[in-house]
């Protein structure tokens, strides 16, 4: 089959595509799928090469789980600029393809353990694009749902990828690939510097170009990329985990309300879908809540060792809720004091970095004299983030709540307030003047992250300590 495609400006009709997450079907009992299927998941697979003279080379494969936004391996990418190209991404449909270009590229890195002077970088990354072809309308912009699991020993999956074969009078030859095998070992703490991240090892062979590539459990969701193969197997993927840390420029309007959007945040408004037990706070930290024979297998792969006379238990997730309704109400309470305390002892310069971060403008905080701080609409979405019951019976506790309405009263000059006066309309709010001094109200809202210690047989909380915040953006009205 001949596939063309005309390479243009970027098309803004990305944003108006219809999509679709369908979904391959793997039947077989070899778990080898029908190639038909390739074609009927369209956009979701991922060709990832480079233009050279003689034509477009195919150097690995990705993924496309949100409208322009593509998994792929770090190595694809890297081959890419050791050769010093610019990465190309094609999918096709039956009768057409579509052409993309990277707006923005994310991966985790961090130091080597052992080289001072060297990076160790994730083997996956989360690429954004423009689409640079005619958007072929009639045909629905198919997607990749995904899943955050840790695949279980001997479960069946799927890796689906492309092979360049040979350029011929400018045309790329290219083959679709489908591999199947069943897990074998699990690295959920990394299988070293090579590959860092979360990672499963699975009796499959993959050939060269499959890198990047999707795997899929037989729901046909992703649950990671293929990485690397040596010759005749196994495979080793890297599962998604990683990029759900990830963030990159929006490639259509609907994805452009921050500067940067995570997968998450493409799930948030419908334009990606993602299974399995996930939180995200405030701060931005993902937590993943394994089952039961995940977390099972986690354990035993990762050889994690707990020191056993420390006596320590950590309280699962269903016992953290368990305390949050038990506790809740003393945590909501004690928590929206020991905010209130905090932010009271504040001194100026630091009341004025605070309310900059919250909205404020700096230069019409220069000359506050004083401020008070109160809280007028109470607590709401309380989580319990880390709860750890000792020997001795207390609870170390680690919790955010999310103060609805802060309300900071600022003393200022009169004559200072009179000068600024229209800088600060819509600002501030409920000014009274009273000689020399001019009082104001700024109101905002904030997420607090706070340590305590439960003592169970006071019933009270001890050592209750403020360890940060994460603000939202201040409302012009109350």
Avoid at 63 to 90: F, N, Q, R, S, W
Avoid at 343 to 371: N, W
Wanted: aromatic share 6%; hydrophobic share 45%.
């Amino acid at each position: 089959m001949t596939h063309s495609v005309r390479i243009i400006a970027a098309n803004p009709d990305l944003g108006a595509l219809e999509l679709s997450w369908s979904t391959p079907v793997f039947t077989d009992e070899d778990g080898i799928g029908s190639l038909t299927s390739l074609h009927e998941a369209g956009d979701a697979f991922v060709a990832v090469g480079m233009t050279e003279a003689a034509g477009t080379t195919i150097v690995g494969s990705g993924v496309m789980v949100a409208p322009g936004m593509v998994l792929t391996a770090t190595h694809v990418l890297d081959e890419i600029e050791e050769k010093g190209g610019h990465p190309l991404l094609l999918s096709f449909l039956p009768d057409a393809a579509r052409a993309w270009l990277p707006i923005d590229v994310s991966t985790l890195t961090g130091p080597s353990e052992f080289y001072p002077d060297r990076t160790v970088s994730s083997d996956i990354t989360l690429v954004s694009c423009s689409l640079n072809s005619d958007a072929l309308a009639p045909a629905p912009l198919r997607l990749a749902p995904m899943k955050v699991a840790l695949p279980l020993l001997g479960d069946r999956l799927w890796a689906v990828g492309f092979r360049h074969q040979l350029i011929e009078n400018g045309a790329a030859y290219v083959s679709p690939m489908i591999s199947s095998g069943v897990v074998t070992q699990a690295f959920p703490m990394g299988r070293g510097e090579r590959m860092p991240s979360p990672c499963f090892e699975v009796a499959m062979e993959t050939i060269g170009g499959m890198s990047g590539g999707a795997v899929m459990n037989a729901q046909g969701e992703v649950v990671g990329i293929v990485s690397s193969s040596p010759d005749g197997g196994p495979s080793y993927m890297t599962l998604i985990w990683d990029a759900l840390r990830l963030r990159v420029t929006g490639p259509i309007p609907k994805l452009k309300a921050t500067e940067k959007v995570s997968l998450l945040g493409a799930k948030a408004v419908g334009l990606a879908r993602l299974s399995g037990d996930v939180d995200r706070n405030p701060w931005g930290e993902v937590t993943f809540n394994l089952t039961p024979e995940e977390a099972e297998l986690f354990a035993s792969s990762a050889a994690i060792a707990t020191p056993v006379e420390d006596g320590r238990h950590v309280l699962s997730r269903d016992e953290r809720d368990d305390f949050a309704e038990e506790w809740g109400s003393e945590l909501e309470d004690e928590g929206a004091l020991a905010v209130v305390m905090a932010l009271t002892r504040f001194s100026l310069a630091k009341m004025a970095d605070f309310l900059q971060a919250a909205g404020a403008p700096a230069h019409l905080l220069t000359e506050v004299s004083g401020f008070t701080v109160e809280d007028f609409e109470g607590v709401e979405d309380l989580e319990l983030i880390r709860a750890e019951r000792r020997p001795d019976g207390k609870t170390d506790v680690e919790f955010f709540l999310r103060m609805q309405t802060l309300v900071w009263t600022l003393e200022m000059p009169a004559a200072f307030q009179a000068a600024n006066a229209q800088a600060m309309t819509g600002k501030f709010f409920n000014l009274t003047v009273e000689g020399d001094v001019a009082r104001m109200e700024f109101i905002h809202r904030a997420y607090f992250r706070i340590e305590t210690v439960l003592v169970p047989d006071a019933g009270v909380f001890t050592d209750m300590i403020v360890t940060s915040s994460a603000l939202i953006p201040s409302r012009r009205s109350r």
